[in-house]
């Protein structure tokens, strides 16, 4: 377990990197760079990162401070997320930025101490520290997206993006769950072609309810930044076709539907 949560912890902090370079460049102005039709800026975008770590840094250092923040969320839903990222945002860049470095290496320090066998408590399911590791590179790669198109940087295709691909296939039941959708009897197979052109595979492979193509692509709806008539990814079946409609690998609400490209 070590192993793998080391790998996908360096894999995190390469991804954070890469956000990291694009925005320490940026001046006043391109802090304030809107990102999303619901109007957040990159400030939003790097602010929530690093609630999100200490958050998580909380749920396995401090338990108090945590429930504190699973009563919050309870009761306020997603505007205490916003919420927070609006507080957050508000710091001088600079300062943000120098807060979100020294959050993520205290949460990657953390996450190694968590004893084999652990769970993690987080506002859903409880989490292996690789599992919220994964987590983590899931965001970051997410938030990284909405800033690169912003600022109208090219983003990498790694192989890497197969940690964003492996929650969208584990949060199946969640993401019908979430909309109040029973989930389907059935099992779905997954078959993706990686950045590298390897094919990699989640589901049995007799299942006649089938999700193919490419992999990024599938990412990319996993955290709901395309519209499924936007990507290079294909469902065989009722139940697949109208998993790929919902798929969620991010915990809480599912937020704005993305619109297809042309009426976005």
Known sequence: MKATLDGVLKDLAEESALLDG??????????ATVTT?????VAHQVAHLYWT???SLDAIIDPDAFGRSLRTAAAEGDGFVDREA?????LEPADLLQRWRQGRGMLA?????????TKVPWFGPPMSPASMATARFMETWAHAHDVAEALGRPYPRRDSVRHVVHLGFRTRAFAHGVRGLPLPEQEVRLELRGPSGETWTWGPAWATQRVTGDAYDFALLATRRRHVDDVKVRAEGAEAEQW???VQAFAGQPGNDPKPRGRA
């Open 22 to 31: 694009w925005v320490a460049e940026l001046d006043a102005a391109g802090w």
């Open 37 to 41: 039709p619901e109007g957040w800026t």
């Open 53 to 55: 770590d200490l958050a």
């Open 86 to 90: 609006e507080r957050l945002a508000a």
């Open 109 to 117: 320090s953390a996450l190694r101490g968590v004893p084999d066998g």
């Open 244 to 246: 790929l409609t919902i």
